[in-house]
């Protein structure tokens, strides 16, 4: 039993006449009555910040699709500025890094 299913079950036994805890003065029980409540209220807000750390987790750790897109247009850019003079083994080199490149980002964008 926790110490709010403590202070709940005392709450219960104060109203049981039967129970030596029926003898606990009214403000005794109002201060039982507060503490159960402050912490429901602040289990709330623990739960409402636990809430903005995940979506705090998410926006720093998320790739959105449009941000992948444009990575690979970019990629796609690139490719073609450095292409721009180079023939056969250096050209076919370039290419091959900017496919793996692209490849990894479009695969990232499908898992999506």
Not at 89 to 95: A, L, T
Request: proline share 0%.
């Amino acid at each position: 039993m926790n110490n709010m299913e403590i202070l709940e079950h005392l709450i219960k036994c104060c109203h049981d006449e039967s129970d030596i805890l029926y003898k606990l003065d009214g403000e005794t029980k109002k201060s039982l009555e507060n503490l159960i409540q402050e912490n429901k209220e602040l289990k709330e807000e623990v739960k409402e910040y636990e809430k903005q750390l995940d979506l705090d987790y998410v926006e720093e750790n998320y790739i959105s699709k449009s941000k992948l897109k444009e990575k690979i247009e970019e990629l796609k850019k690139e490719e073609k500025q450095e292409l721009k003079g180079l023939k056969g083994q250096d050209r076919y080199f370039i290419k091959q890094i900017y496919q793996a490149k692209r490849i990894v980002f479009e695969e990232i964008l499908e898992g999506e």
